[in-house]
Structures are given as C-alpha cells and as structure tokens.
C-alpha cells in the first residue's frame, strides 16, 4: 500500500511540505534576497509586524474585501441554486454557462474585468455615460476600488458555490421537504426549517473552502488595484509579495506568509467550533 502512496507523497512533500518548511525557516531569520547571509533575529520578524501600522491595516482590507466577497458569493450561489433544484429545466445549460467564469484563466479574466471597470473608457463607464449617468471611478476611489474587488471575486468564484450547494439539494431526502408541505409549511419556512438545516454541514463546508482561498487571492489585486489607491486595497498576500520581491525582505516575508496560514487557520477553526456549539444547543 505505501508503494503506490510513495509517489504521491513525495510530490507533496516537494510542492508543499519544503516550501512551508523553508518558510517557516527563513522567518527567524534576516535574509535580504541576494544578500551576504543570514542573521538570525529569533521572532523578531513577527513582533516588527505585529507592531506595524501597516500589517493591521492590510488585515482590516483583507478581513473587508474577503468578508464581503464571501458572503456576497453564498448568498447569489444559494439563490441560484435553490432557483435551479426548484426549476428542473435547462439546468446543465445554466449551470454550463454560470461556470464559465470559474474556467478562465485568473489573470485574463483580471484583465477583462480591469478594462470593464477603468475609468471613461471602461465598458461600464461607456454603458452608463450613454445613458447620461456618471459612474464614481470604480478603480481610483478607496471604497469604489474594494467594491470593485468584491464584484470581481464575486464573479469569479461564485460559481463554484453554486455547483456544491446545487449538488447538495440534489442529494437530500426529498421526504422531509414533502412532509413539511404536507403539514401547511409555506415555502420560507421550508426553507428556514427543513432545506437550510440539512444544508448546514454543506454550507459551512464551502465556506470554510472560500474564506482559505479568497484570504490569499492575489490575482485580482495585483491587475485590477495593485494595492491601490495607495494602499487602499493592498491586502496581506500583496504585502507579501511587495516584502519578498519588491522590497527582498525574504525574512519578513516568510514571516508574514506563516502568520497569515496562523491566521486563516484559526479563523476556520474557530468558525467550525462556533456553528458545532450553535447546533448542539438548537438540538
């Protein structure tokens, strides 16, 4: 049996194990890329950070963008699922063609989504101003840039919950939906009290899987935004990259890269014990 497992792990050791473990190495260390040597500096890399302005600032835009994003994506993959499994028709088509987003490449569709949003000559600019309205500049102002981020993201990645949640429903006991209506239960309180319920497990399931990948998203910033205005959409995986390649800092960077897996775990963690205990105590 571990014959036929070697290969597999030994593939995983090189792509995933080594790298975390070099990162985890190098952050107890002052390491400038192409620098003389290392000094070790012990957890001096992690308290510069924590004590940095910027770091929390990063952490407070990733916490906004990947907050919103999320919960925007379950609430319209919810809807459209529950819409599909309700219809029954033309649903390989639909869902063929929800999809679509989720194939294209990250940075194409960063690409066509930068030149949907850019300024006066955007295609939404174009569309709008043709109709006499004046759109705020989606990509230059603070609030319309992470707005911007979250649509994106949104459109990107809400597809994949729709297929889950969608191949959920088609795997529930239709019994207990049928006797709920049977006993006068309105459709929201099917919804509510029957479908949602069963769809706990699920939903948490997919969230946890979105929160992890939205928190170290990099594509979408770095073409639409670049952290930018200013810093206004930087978020922790640019800082990251800005620290590793732009400023070499290769310590501080590694450091920063373990406390954001630090971060992301105990963020999901703690999210999975919360709804444990929420359905403990409704049972």
Known sequence: MWLFLL?????????????LASAVYYSFFSYYLGGTGLRFVGLGNYLGLLAEERFWSDLLTTVIIVGASVALQLAIGLALALALYAVGAWVRTITLLNFLPHVVTPVVAAI?????????????????????????DWLGDPIWAKASLVLADTWRFMPFLMLVLYAGLQSFDTSLIEAAEIDGANGWQRLRYVILPMMKPLIVFVVAIRVMDAFRFFDLVYVLTNGGPGTATETITLYTYQLAFRMLEVGRASALGVLTLLLIAGLIVGMILFLQRRGREVV
């Open 112 to 136: 066509f989504l930068k030149w949907m949003f850019m300024g006066r000559w955007g295609l939404l600019d174009s569309v709008f101003i043709s109709f006499n309205v004046f759109p705020p």
């Open 7 to 19: 290969p597999s792990v030994l593939i995983m050791a090189l792509v995933l194990a080594y790298p």
